[in-house]
């Protein structure tokens, strides 16, 4: 990753955090680009200023919290700056997600406690629970926050290496499945977070333990849905990031979304029949290497 890769990474962030491993060990990809411009010191300051004004929330929050690793003054200035935004910030306190708007977040900063909002009651730690129990709790749940710890839990339980069989694995993917499809939010980025996530899911379980004849673990139904997720044909996908840092910044950020709708495709496609479908997700293989 180059500094402008980094700038454009945090310039779209969707989600703060800044040492947390993601799905199968993996750190997100704003995550890597944080610990580059980090690496850079004072040199990131002009690259910054650029994503405090135009970043995502989470890229701002991220920009923010750099510029103060560099000048604690200036650090504080910056979160004055966001103490009034409204945007919304999702973030990881270890394994726990979180969301607070932007400006809760960046008081939260002012006040030395990054992310803690001290009158909320201390969670309750869902990873000791059973599978009946936490299955009975999604199936009451409204609460999106809740909702989205839940399924971490049973995510991992459903990927944690040698923990139990093949279908007891697949049940905590279920359970995982059931609070995503569950979460709040109707915009364009709860959407494709809920469909990345379900997409990695199922590709795994499918590698793993096979489809079992279960249409939720379906090479071809993931197939389906993936292309049903795209708004783009591959090949327009393919010119457009020819030479995509020169783009308006809505077109780089769709490019981003259709990398990480098709992040699976090059395993799935080996699971695919002969046929129109897997020739055009085999349009998509590698497409992630475009965006270098």
């Known amino acids: ?22 799905f199968m060990g993996n750190f997100d990809s704003s995550t890597v680009a944080y610990q580059h411009v980090q690496d850079l010191g004072v040199r990131a300051l002009p690259l910054l200023e650029r994503v405090l004004e135009e970043g995502t929330p989470a890229g701002r929050a991220y920009a923010a919290t750099l510029v103060g ?12 700056r966001l103490a009034g935004e409204a945007g919304r910030v999702r973030y990881s306190l270890g394994c726990v997600g979180y969301e607070l708007s932007l400006g809760e977040y960046a008081r939260s900063c002012l006040d030395g406690h990054p992310g803690s909002v001290n009158d909320k009651p201390a969670a309750r730690d869902l990873s000791t629970w059973t599978i ?37 694995r697949r049940r905590w993917a279920k359970l995982a499945s059931a609070a995503d499809v569950g979460l709040p939010g109707d915009n364009s980025w709860d959407l494709e977070r809920r469909a990345q996530l379900g997409f990695c899911l199922r590709m795994w379980i499918i590698e793993q333990f096979g489809p079992d004849g279960d249409p939720d673990w379906d090479p071809e139904a993931l197939a389906a849905d993936t292309l049903a997720a795209l708004t783009l044909d591959a090949d327009q996908a393919i010119a457009m990031a020819t030479n995509w840092r020169d783009l308006p910044r809505e077109q780089i950020r769709d490019l981003h979304r259709h990398r990480a709708l098709t992040c699976h495709v090059d395993r799935l496609v080996g699971h695919l029949q002969a046929g129109p479908v897997r020739e055009r997700l085999i349009g998509w293989v590698g497409f992630g290497r475009h965006l270098r």
């Open 132 to 168: 009946d129990r936490l299955e009975h709790y999604v199936a009451t749940l409204a609460d999106g926050r809740e909702l989205d710890r839940a399924r971490r839990v049973a995510r991992e339980h459903a990927c944690r290496p040698g923990a139990s069989g093949g279908g007891v």
């Open 69 to 80: 690793q560099l000048d604690d003054q200036a650090g504080r200035t910056a979160w004055e």
């Open 1 to 22: 990753m180059d500094d402008d890769e980094a700038v454009t990474e945090l310039m779209t962030a969707r989600l703060l955090s800044f040492n947390s491993q993601g």
